[in-house]
């Protein structure tokens, strides 16, 4: 099964919906709503990757908290960094891979260090937003191993908010029946990134 499927379609309808709802002046508040409602989808939805059998004891996503300082708003897209190819094929978790472009990147400091991440845009993507898959020194001991995501959607002005504090780990963190993209050697962060979604 195609988890990226799920994260074009079904996450955007339980978890990552920051550019389709009004956000309110709360923004712990909307966060936390964010969340409630991901916790509702894995707990009550077919879609689930959560086994069936223990859906009823599903106690909820765990999270770390709140950081401002990880979400970084009015981000122009720059142009795909030197070197690498507008085209690319992304590994997946089941060792197939997947057709897809280099759109650009992104560029913003955390703790006075400047970092870099690609976007891009898979083969069978069917909206506007733009898919970031990345991994960082939390991965493995507090984060999904194999990386996390992060779903942009342009604002009116054409530019983006990347905002860690929605990163989310791909549905196969929860189920080997799932096939993820894999984040690219260029995603590979050095710098541990404290916010969104994290291990039980």
Sequence with gaps: MDDHAHHDHQHDDHAHTHHDVGEPLDYDGWIAAQRQGKDDFFKRSDHSPIRPSERSSFGGLSYYPVDPALRFEFLSLGPVPAGLDVSTQVQTSDGAVRDGQRMGAFS?????????????????????????????????????????????????????????????????????????????????????????????
């Design 108 to 200: 913003f400091v955390v703790d006075g260090v400047e970092l870099q991440l690609v976007a891009l845009k898979l083969a069978d993507s069917q909206d506007d937003s733009l898919f970031v898959p990345f991994k960082d020194a939390t991965n493995g001991p507090e984060t999904y191993g194999a990386g996390r995501y992060l779903d942009l959607a342009p604002q009116d002005d054409g530019t983006y908010d990347l905002d860690f504090n929605l990163a989310y780990s791909p549905f196969c963190a929860y189920s080997p029946s799932y096939s993820c993209p894999l984040p690219p050697r260029e995603n590979w962060l050095t710098a541990p990134i404290m916010a969104g979604e994290r291990n039980q």
